[in-house]
């Protein structure tokens, strides 16, 4: 198999032409239509000026149409930025403005698109612009393939950029690791510019593996995500524990023919070991693994759940162990290596790390370091609190920083508080996430606004922040609690706003959808 990511569909297509390559529920491409697809979009990016290095936008619903874009703009030696569909104007044109795209693959239109951006030169091109089909690139492993974004502390996005090498290392350990082959069809619920959307974009081709994507439709019904698996027999699950938690319990699993699964692997956040345990009993077929990594590294470790014997009520669910060609360090606060039985920051190392940040030197010279004793290797500082026990496995504990993870999405706190300080009338904020049967986030805003102006904080919100980091409720208080050195007191911020349960508020449960 190529060592590159502009050739995996070549390979394919010359395997299993008329093997079935990927599907939405409406679209269907064997491996030979993917590869000619993703040739004559690739074609016309070419047409349009589109160069090796050039960032290309891919603005699109998760369907066919997007993981065909997604491999036309990687096979030209492009590098592609996904943008959330849902997302409003505002952070859409903050994504494509900070990557300084060349060209925009969208579904929206060339008007609207260029309305966003305010770029009125900007390339803009239909999913199925075709040009004379285009060769794979010859490209270096070292070159970006594509950059994810996700929101910085000051609210302003930030780009994870992975090279062909970091991803296709990606590949080969989740091919490996979770046996991987051409009789395989992965479903994945994450949405194009998720980094979890990377199992299905290069892992399944990498494996000569079918993808059954998940349309945005679809995932609003879980019994429509059951009937989806069993109809296309999909063999590998991977998502937020939540989604699994919802096909168990709203999907009908029982009047569904979903034997076909044979694993199930999640990640993104902590999965309540009895809901693991309910949802192994749902699917007594499937093998369960708990898997762990930021961004910024793809993948670093995986929990392999013994389906023999489910984890009971009280247990913790690890992230396991490192996988292969992968090392992980613990350090405390003064950056001392932790041995043994400790708990403290994780650090890790692996050809999977992101080659670093998209225009912000600083950011990654603050998360990619380098250590003596380990000479040039580089180590990716996760910002998580780990526990190793005494049997090696790791345990997550928490976040060192405010960052946090609901329903898999990771939202820094800081960021979200940023965009409502900025409003009208608002001195101070505080956001906390309120966990229970669903996570959400919950803003403690001072002065104490009328509700009318709750409704006008809401509404503005919408065009500011992505769907999932949009608080459900806004809650007035007299005064958001600080430490004695002036920032939030995070603690008695929680303690705050269990007092004000009973407070008027506004509750925005369509945020949540």
């Known amino acids: 198999m190529p060592e590159l990511l502009t050739g995996l569909l070549d390979a394919n297509a010359a395997r299993d032409p008329d093997g079935d390559a990927a599907t939405d529920g409406t679209d269907r491409v064997s491996w030979t239509a993917y590869r000619d697809r993703a040739a004559a979009l690739g074609g016309a990016l070419l047409a349009a000026g589109v160069e090796r290095g050039d960032r290309v936008a891919v603005h699109l619903p998760k369907s066919v149409d997007s993981f065909v874009a997604a491999h036309a703009v990687v096979r030209i030696g492009a590098v592609m930025v996904p943008v959330d569909w849902f997302a409003p104007p505002d952070y859409v044109g903050a994504v494509i403005g900070d990557a300084h795209v060349a060209a925009v693959i969208s579904s929206a239109g060339v008007q609207r698109v260029q309305e966003i951006t305010g770029a009125t030169e900007l390339a803009v091109l239909a999913p199925d612009a075709a040009g004379t089909p285009a060769s794979p690139a010859e490209v270096d492993p070292a070159d970006p393939a594509y950059i994810v974004y996700t929101s910085g502390s000051t609210g302003t996005p930030k780009g994870i950029v992975h090279t062909h090498a970091s991803a296709l290392a990606y590949a080969h350990r989740a091919v490996d690791t979770y046996d991987l082959g051409p009789s395989d069809r992965l479903a994945n619920i994450a949405p194009l510019h998720f980094d979890q959307s990377t199992f299905e974009l290069w892992a399944a081709p990498l494996a000569g593996a079918a993808v059954v994507i998940v349309p945005d439709g679809v995932l609003r019904f879980p019994a429509s995500v059951s009937e989806l698996i069993g109809r296309e027999h999909a063999t590998v699950w991977y998502s937020v524990p939540y989604a699994i938690e919802q096909l168990v319990t709203r999907g009908a699993p029982g009047d569904r023919d979903l034997s076909s699964l044979r694993w199930v692997l999640f990640g993104g956040e902590s999965f309540p070991p009895a809901a693991l345990a309910a949802?192994?009993?749902?699917?007594?077929?499937?093998?369960?693994?708990?898997?762990?990594?930021?961004?910024?590294?793809?993948?670093?470790?995986?929990?392999?759940?013994?389906?023999?014997?489910?984890v009971g009520t009280e247990a913790v669910v690890p992230i396991g162990r490192a996988w292969a060609d992968t090392e992980l360090l613990l350090v405390d606060d003064a950056d001392r290596v932790l041995d043994g039985v400790a708990e403290g920051e994780l650090l890790v190392s692996s050809d999977t790390m992101m080659a670093g940040y998209w225009g912000r030197p600083e950011l990654t010279a603050a998360a990619i370091v380098t250590r003596p004793a380990t000479g040039d290797r580089r180590w990716y500082r996760t910002g998580d609190l780990v526990r190793r026990e005494a049997n090696g496995t790791y345990v997550f504990v928490g976040r060192s920083d405010h960052q946090v993870k609901v329903r898999g999405h990771r939202i820094e706190l800081e960021a979200v508080e940023s965009v409502i300080n900025e409003l009208a009338g608002v001195v101070a904020c505080a956001v906390l996430v309120e966990r229970g049967e669903e996570d959400r986030l919950v803003a403690l805003v001072t002065p104490p606004p009328p509700a009318t102006d709750r409704s006008a904080i809401t509404k503005a919100l919408r065009h500011r922040l992505p769907r999932y980091s949009l608080p459900a409720e806004i809650i007035g208080v007299v005064s958001v609690p600080r430490t004695g050195v002036g920032k939030i007191d995070r603690v008695a911020a929680a303690a705050l706003l269990a007092e004000n349960r009973a407070a008027p508020a506004i509750a925005s449960p369509e945020l949540l959808r």
């Open 279 to 310: 949802a192994q009993q749902a699917l007594p077929h499937a093998r369960f693994s708990n898997v762990y990594g930021p961004a910024e590294v793809n993948q670093c470790t995986f929990h392999h759940v013994d389906t023999a014997t489910p």
